[in-house]
Structures are given as structure tokens and as C-alpha cells.
């Protein structure tokens, strides 16, 4: 298997539902740490390092605009990610195929049972 680097960096960043809201709000457009932080309840500094958990997995960058610090999503990081998950999509789709094929045993199984009763 071909894995990236930082995948490690990207599921330990994408495994918090803060950083993955902050990336909810970063695919609409850039923002702040102020605007980051407003639907949390939590201190700019506490959003500050949820974004450098962020930049080190590569998920975003930050540029420096006067003296504001926005945030940009990158989303080629979780393209490798799903990339990733997408090895195992064979394997989750032969499972529920034969889970699909035992329900359908013990169903006939079931129906049979009852007409001999």
C-alpha cells in the first residue's frame, strides 16, 4: 500500500469534530481566528492551535494580510485520505455482500421453519 507521509497527521487532525467543523467552515471561504472562533465556545488561542494541528497535517495554510493571519482550506491532504479508504472499499462491499447473502438464508430458513409448523 502507497500512503502519503502525513496521513498519520491528517486522521489524528480530521479524528477532533472541532477541526473538522473548522474545515466545514474553511471550504466556504477564508477566514479569521476571530471568525473561526465565534461559533465555538472557546478562546482564540484554543482555535489558534487546533489550526497549526491543522497546517502540520497540510490541511490548511495561512497567509499574512496586514495584520489579519487568514486561514484557507487545503483539501489535497483528505483527497489522499479517501484515496486511502478507497483501498478498502472491495473488501467493505464483499463483507456486506456476504452479509446480505447469510440474511437471506436465515430468512428462507425462517420462512420454511414456519411452514412446517
Given at each position: 500500500?502507497?500512503?502519503?507521509?502525513?496521513?498519520?497527521?491528517?486522521?489524528?487532525?480530521?479524528?477532533?469534530?472541532?477541526?473538522?467543523?473548522?474545515?466545514?467552515?474553511?471550504?466556504?471561504?477564508?477566514?479569521?481566528?476571530?471568525?473561526l472562533?465565534?461559533?465555538?465556545?472557546?478562546?482564540?488561542?484554543?482555535?489558534?492551535?487546533?489550526?497549526?494541528?491543522?497546517?502540520?497535517a497540510?490541511?490548511?495554510?495561512?497567509?499574512?494580510?496586514?495584520?489579519?493571519?487568514?486561514?484557507?482550506?487545503?483539501?489535497?491532504p483528505?483527497?489522499?485520505?479517501?484515496?486511502?479508504?478507497?483501498?478498502?472499499?472491495?473488501?467493505?462491499?464483499?463483507?456486506?455482500?456476504?452479509?446480505?447473502?447469510?440474511?437471506?438464508?436465515?430468512?428462507?430458513?425462517?420462512?420454511?421453519?414456519?411452514?412446517?409448523?
Amino acid at each position: 500500500m502507497n500512503q502519503p507521509q502525513n496521513l498519520d497527521a491528517v486522521f489524528a487532525a480530521l479524528a477532533d469534530p472541532t477541526r473538522r467543523a473548522i474545515l466545514s467552515r474553511l471550504a466556504a471561504g477564508e477566514a479569521s481566528v476571530n471568525e473561526l472562533a465565534a461559533p465555538f465556545e472557546m478562546s482564540q488561542p484554543a482555535v489558534s492551535k487546533h489550526l497549526k494541528v491543522l497546517e502540520r497535517a497540510g490541511l490548511v495554510e495561512r497567509d499574512v494580510d496586514k495584520q489579519r493571519r487568514p486561514a484557507r482550506l487545503k483539501a489535497e491532504p483528505m483527497a489522499a485520505a479517501v484515496s486511502w479508504l478507497e483501498e478498502f472499499k472491495q473488501f467493505w462491499s464483499s463483507s456486506f455482500d456476504q452479509l446480505d447473502d447469510l440474511l437471506d438464508q436465515l430468512k428462507n430458513a425462517e420462512v420454511k421453519g414456519t411452514k412446517n409448523e
